[in-house]
């Protein structure tokens, strides 16, 4: 079965750019979730998707951070505009539903803001 | 609220030596535990998993890792390090009502010596 999917895997941009990460979940996976993961420390949940509805962003920085999963497959992150401190590592993550607790990861998209 | 603690963000171990890493949560109630690993510009994959069956855990790999309540501790062993085993391992914890959300703890990077 294929992974989960993300492009970029690398982009680099300047502060006060934006830029917009692309996840494709496994196939049959209702929930999605997106995690930051900054040099040296463990991921942390931005925000967390069942089907097309949000289920969890309390961690999102909504003023300059957002994302969609339309249709309830694919999900976009996007940041405008972005900051020094979102250099990072934006990780996708997938599992069949919110009880199915093992979560398969994306490779990943390291963003440098310069 | 549930947190993880990670004991020890550098570990070096010899090939062949016994390795392992310390894992300590607190919960409220009853926690889900896991182990994952992730090697350079990849994303995590999981070694391990408890959830509220048999207390010592088999992974992949020849990872183990006991759960034990009185402690509140998820130590991760493996009883003979491999040059292959070098890479960042991240403890992480979830509830049954927290919708799969996982804390990570900071994670802790191993280096195999010859």
């Known amino acids: 079965e294929a992974g989960v999917a993300q492009s970029p895997r690398y982009k680099i941009i300047e502060k006060r750019q934006s830029v917009a990460f692309w996840c494709n979940p496994i196939?049959?996976?209702?929930?999605l979730y997106w995690y930051q993961q900054i040099l040296g420390q463990g991921p942390k949940l931005l925000i967390q998707?069942?089907?097309?509805?949000?289920?969890?962003d309390s961690q999102l920085p909504k003023d300059r951070f957002s994302a969609e999963r339309l249709k309830g497959v694919d999900s976009t992150l996007k940041i405008q505009p972005a900051k020094l401190e979102d250099s990072a590592v934006y990780l996708c993550?997938?599992?069949?539903?919110?009880?199915?607790?093992?979560?398969?990861f994306g490779p990943g998209t390291r963003l440098t803001v310069t | 609220a549930q947190s993880v603690t990670q004991l020890g963000s550098h570990v070096s171990v010899s090939e062949g030596a016994l390795v392992l890493l310390r894992c300590n949560y607190s919960?409220?109630?009853?926690?889900?535990l896991f182990w994952y690993v992730q090697y350079p510009n990849q994303g995590l994959q999981l070694l391990l998993k408890?959830?509220?069956?048999?207390?010592l855990v088999k992974g992949i790999n020849g990872f183990e890792a006991e759960f034990k309540k009185s402690e509140t501790s998820f130590h991760l062993t493996k009883p003979s390090a491999h040059m292959s085993d070098a890479a960042e391992y991240f403890c992480?914890?979830?509830?049954?009502?927290?919708?799969?959300?996982?804390?990570f703890g900071a994670g802790t990077q191993v280096v195999v010596t010859p």
């Open positions: 993550a997938s599992s069949f539903s919110t009880s199915e607790y093992e979560q398969y």
């Open positions: 408890y959830t509220s069956a048999a207390t």
């Open positions: 998707f069942q089907n097309n509805g949000v289920v969890d």
């Open positions: 196939s049959g996976h209702a929930t």
């Open positions: 919960s409220s109630v009853p926690p889900y």
């Open positions: 992480a914890v979830t509830r049954t009502d927290s919708w799969g959300k996982l804390q």
